[in-house]
Nanobody, 128 residues
């Protein structure tokens, strides 16, 4: 049973930082594409950052709104993916989800329909 589990959300002031973690169980992360998505109230779920399968040689995607502030990375030995979020803004407030699906190529997947396995979500609130 593939099950991603997020952690690390919370309340932070504008300009602050948070690190989200997503631990995967039930499969070997190396052969999976993974991503972070977020959904704010009344809005569609959108891709924040994604990384292709074979992350040691893989490629990454960042939404324009987070490029330069967020960093996605994985530790395959721990079956864990991270999202380091710096210089947070109120517009970053949302529920953040991690997602995964098995792909053996280096193609980036950046739509929610590309992913079969989803975590339960973790709330990130940026407010003073």
């Amino acid at each position: 049973q593939v099950q991603p589990v997020e952690s690390g959300g919370g309340l932070v002031q504008p300009g602050g930082s948070l690190r989200l973690s997503c631990t995967f169980s039930g499969f070997t992360l190396e052969h999976y594409a993974t991503g972070w998505f977020r959904q704010a109230p009344g809005k569609e779920r959108e891709a924040v950052s994604c990384i292709s399968s074979r992350s040691s040689e893989g490629i990454t995607y960042y939404a324009d709104s987070v490029n330069g502030r967020f960093t996605i990375f994985r530790d395959n030995s721990k079956n864990t993916m991270y999202l380091q979020m710096n210089r947070l803004e109120p517009e970053d407030t949302a529920v953040y989800y991690c997602a995964a699906d098995r792909y053996l190529d280096l193609v980036l997947r950046i739509t929610k329909d590309d992913y079969k396995y989803w975590g339960q979500g973790t709330q990130v609130t940026v407010s003073s």
